[in-house]
């Protein structure tokens, strides 16, 4: 075989390595093994459009810093993060998928279910946060929490370390949204579902009997807003504030 059709071979090879990569990274739900395929698929379609195209300059320029830039972002040195500014990154995050078709175990813009939302929502607001403030801390925070699967039920047990207690209540419904900060979450009981709060009575849930991404203000009749819950909160947004001491 000449180098001109090793070459041809190889353009084949790596545009079905291509198509295949992004199939695993379209596809909403996310497994261990579906994101150990992505990172591969996604290095071996960037070595490999390295070595085809190595002797177009330019074309070379451009993928060496299509290889470079994430990685220097990654490296940035990090700094503390304003847990009220990521809050507001958060808020907007978890609004971009509004209207998202409700998938169990989905984590994309083709499906998402409640705790892939309010994990997914927060891996972009930090790598946002981030890229914005030119703090390597919340990227590589993003990278962590998106590696890790979490559901409704390890969000309420702080599993990993990610969320912390805050208090108990019958419902949602009838909490007092006063001891809230916007980004906080609600889980119920029996660790199935989990709703974020974005402030003013309003929430965001992908709820599995309406089909899709959605925000509800109190007073609602959605049943999920009557049910006793946990509240929790993302370690990234600010530690519980202490009792106040008797008096």
Not at 56 to 83: E, F, Q, T, Y
Not at 88 to 106: A, C, K, N, P, T
Request: charged share 20%.
């Amino acid at each position: 075989m000449n180098l001109k059709g090793a070459r041809t071979i190889g353009r084949r090879v790596w545009v079905w390595i291509a198509i295949l990569t992004a199939l695993v990274c379209l596809y909403p739900v996310e497994y261990q093994i579906t994101r150990v395929a992505m990172v591969v698929g996604v290095a071996t379609t960037w070595t490999g459009a390295l070595l085809l195209w190595w002797q177009r300059r330019a074309v070379r320029v451009v993928i060496l810093l299509l290889g470079a830039l994430p990685v220097i972002a990654a490296s940035w040195p990090g700094r503390p993060v304003d847990p009220e500014r990521l809050a507001e990154d958060y808020s907007r995050g978890l609004r971009m998928f509004r209207g998202v078709r409700y998938v169990w175990g989905g984590e994309g813009v083709l499906g998402m279910d409640c705790s892939g939302l309010v994990r997914k929502g927060l891996v972009w607001s930090q790598l946002y946060h981030g890229l914005r403030t030119t703090n390597g801390r919340p990227i590589r925070d993003a990278l962590a929490l998106w590696w890790q699967d979490s559901s409704a039920m390890a969000l309420r047990e702080g599993r990993h370390g990610w969320t912390t207690v805050l208090f108990r209540a019958d419902s949602i419904a009838g909490a007092d949204v006063a001891k809230l900060k916007i980004g906080d979450l609600a889980v119920t009981s029996d660790g199935v579902h989990v709703v974020a709060y974005l402030g003013g009575q309003t929430w965001i849930e992908a709820d599995p009997g309406a089909g899709e991404v959605l925000e509800a203000v109190l007073p609602t009749d959605n049943p999920w807003f009557e049910t006793p819950v946990v509240f929790v909160r993302w370690r990234w947004l600010g530690e519980p504030e202490a009792p106040s001491p008797a008096r």
